[in-house]
């Protein structure tokens, strides 16, 4: 069974850094590439970054380009988000998924793509 599981999210103010984990199991970690996307309400569901495990490509929403930072333990089977420099509008659910490296690089900024795998979600708030 897949699995993809998300932690590290919270509370922050402005200017604060944390970092998202995305811990995964039941297939083959290298053979995907796993993308963080976030989602506030009332508004479309964004992605944020992209990681391809088998060649560490990186792919970056510019909203978060020199903020953000996507990396992988292949021996943790983890990918994290390194958020630093947040901002309020960087508040929402963050969730983490996987899909094969072509479909996710080529799709992850489309509105109605929907990669083979997800985690439920974590909330990240950030506010004075």
């Known amino acids: 069974e897949v699995q993809l599981v998300e932690s590290g999210g919270g509370s922050v103010q402005p200017g604060e850094s944390l970092r998202l984990s995305c811990a995964t199991s039941?297939?083959?970690?290298?053979?995907?590439?796993i993308a963080w996307f976030r989602q506030v309400p009332g508004k479309e569901r964004e992605g944020v970054a992209c990681?391809?495990?088998?060649?560490?490509?990186?792919l970056y929403n510019d909203a978060v380009k020199g903020r953000f930072t996507i990396l992988g333990d292949k021996a943790k089977r983890t990918v994290y988000l390194q958020m630093s420099s947040l901002k309020s509008e960087d508040t929402g659910v963050y969730y983490c998924?996987?899909?094969?490296?072509?479909?996710?690089?080529?799709?992850?900024?489309?509105?109605?793509?929907?990669?083979?795998?997800w985690g439920k979600g974590i909330l990240v708030t950030v506010s004075s």
């Open positions: 998924a996987a899909d094969t490296p072509p479909v996710m690089l080529a799709k992850m900024w489309k509105l109605n793509y929907e990669p083979d795998y």
């Open positions: 039941g297939f083959t970690f290298r053979d995907f590439a």
């Open positions: 990681l391809s495990i088998f060649n560490n490509h990186t």
